[in-house]
């Protein structure tokens, strides 16, 4: 069973950056295309942005031209670099399968405030 590790969270300053990575066992790099997702309080959990194994991404529209995800499929690791961040960006961070097919991670916490 898959299992999907989430870190680089922190606090960070509206118009801050912060990377987040993703990791996980098993074969899932080289079979799935992933998924960042965030759940920010009080609210359902949302897609970031997707990346398949070929690397063609797709972003939502609230993170187009802010945020970029990239995967190394040799490391196993997957990046959200978020740039630009806004208070509204607070939220808990996973990944996952685009399906969101496998058990959640611990997630990583990102609070932008000043």
């Known amino acids: 069973q898959a299992q999907f590790v989430e870190s680089g969270g922190g606090l960070a300053q509206p118009g801050g950056s912060l990377k987040l990575s993703c990791s996980a066992s098993g074969n899932i790099f080289s079979l799935y295309t992933l998924g960042w997702y965030r759940q920010a309080p009080g609210k359902q959990r949302e897609l970031v942005a997707t990346i398949a194994v070929s690397g063609n991404r797709l972003v939502e529209d609230f993170a187009k031209g802010r945020f970029a995800v990239v995967r190394d499929n040799t490391r196993n690791i997957m990046t959200l670099h978020m740039n630009s961040l806004k208070p509204e960006d607070t939220a808990v961070y996973y990944c996952?399968?685009?399906?969101?097919?496998?058990?959640w991670g611990q997630g990583t916490q990102v609070t932008v405030s000043s």
């Open positions: 996952n399968s685009v399906s969101a097919q496998f058990p």
